[in-house]
């Protein structure tokens, strides 16, 4: 402890035990000259009574003492719990390697060899100090992060709780609602039908058609949903399967190849190695869908999509790759966030969970979604692990 500190109530207190009158004055001097405050203690049995009652931050022990000498006293202090994290620095004159060993296995920290020397009992009282409150400190911060964690622990449990019964209840709406939606749609389409049948041609049937177009928009919102909600919930692994994911993305391809056509796209397929995976082939073949459906609505027009699938180790890439504008590198994060639109998609048609269901494939699938520039446009890439 530094010498300049001014002594007072706030000043660390050391238990001095000794049974010679002489020793104990020295001690006592050299000690209250370094601005400690000093307790002391003529036997065992007396410094028992003292530690117990004083609580000192430091006890230094004489050895040979009549009645119980400074060993047993050590182990009866380690013993109590009130005294057991006090540290003790052994006073003695005895030098022998042995007698050094019983003095740590009764607890001390550290010897201090008579005849005494002043500047080593206060240069050792100083660095056991020391190392007592940085000790004390660092189980009080300890127990205090303990309490932070256990606080954020409970926290993040009730935002996850309220986050699921958020979830729950737009699922809930999601099921809910698409019956009535599906019977709407179908007295719609059998209106549409009936004005055709009629040879109608008027406003009230491009009126019947948009609205058709208008719920079969608004199920597709749900059906996502409802998609998601089975994988959130670990529902789909019932539907995981020996598949061939060769197969799945040449059907997604030549399914769109009409669109590409339309839209004056080239639509191209490449794959390599062996691409069997355990996996749900109707959620990938959905995820590739969205991800080259994506490509297709922003390629430039006379661009070209291409489709790239490959296996490194047990992992399978499909990458869907357009010359569009892409994605600026602060939107990549959010793009797979639910009904979030970027800039770019404002003008197509879409309400934002077509990635975000690519990515609940991926994970699903123990995999990942990843977006890189192509330069221009955007390479997204799905990873799917191939495990069994």
Do not use: W
């Amino acid at each position: 402890m530094s010498t300049t500190e001014p002594f007072g109530a706030g000043a660390p207190i050391v238990l001095v035990v000794d049974d010679t009158p002489a020793n104990l004055g020295l001690v006592v001097e050299c000690l209250e000259s370094n601005n400690l405050r000093v307790a002391v203690a003529r036997d065992g049995a007396e410094a028992l009574r003292r530690a117990a009652l004083v609580q000192p931050n430091l006890i230094l022990l004489d050895v040979m003492m009549p009645g119980l000498d400074g060993f047993e006293t050590c182990r009866q202090l380690k013993a109590a719990e009130t005294t057991r994290d006090i540290p003790v620095i052994f006073m003695t004159s005895l030098t022998r390697t042995e007698d050094k060993v019983t003095g740590f296995r009764a607890g001390a920290v550290d010897y201090i060899t008579k005849p005494l020397q002043m500047e080593e009992v206060a240069a050792r009282v100083d660095t056991h100090l020391k190392l007592h409150a940085l000790q004390k400190l660092q189980e009080e911060q300890n127990i205090q992060l303990q309490k932070e964690v256990k606080t954020r622990k409970q926290a993040e449990e009730a935002l996850l709780e309220v986050i699921n019964g958020v979830r729950n209840v737009s699922n809930a709406i999601a099921h809910d609602l698409r019956t009535p939606l599906t019977e709407l749609r179908s007295r719609l389409e059998v209106m549409t039908l009936t004005l055709r049948r009629q040879g109608k041609d008027d406003q009230c049937l491009t009126e019947l058609e948009v609205a058709l177009s208008d719920v079969d928009r608004v199920i597709s919102i749900f059906n996502a949903l409802l998609r998601l909600a089975e994988i959130d919930a670990g529902v789909r692994r019932s539907g995981f399967m020996p598949s061939d994911l060769d197969t799945i993305v040449s059907d997604a391809v030549e399914f769109y190849q009409p669109v590409a056509e339309l839209r004056r796209v080239t639509l191209s397929l490449r794959t390599s190695g062996d691409l069997t995976a355990v996996s749900d082939p109707l959620l990938l073949a959905q995820a590739i869908g969205n991800l080259i459906d994506n490509a297709l609505k922003f390629a430039s027009e006379g661009g070209e999509v291409s489709v790239v699938a490959t296996r490194t180790d047990d992992m399978i890439a499909i990458s869907v790759a357009d010359d569009g504008p892409g994605i600026p590198d602060e939107e990549k994060s959010k793009v797979t966030e639910r009904f979030y639109r970027g800039d770019a998609s404002r003008g197509t048609p879409g309400v934002g969970l077509g990635l975000a269901l690519v990515k609940a494939v991926a994970t699903l699938h123990r995999g990942s979604l990843a977006f890189n520039d192509n330069q221009p446009g955007l390479i997204a890439t799905l990873n799917v692990n191939c495990g069994h």
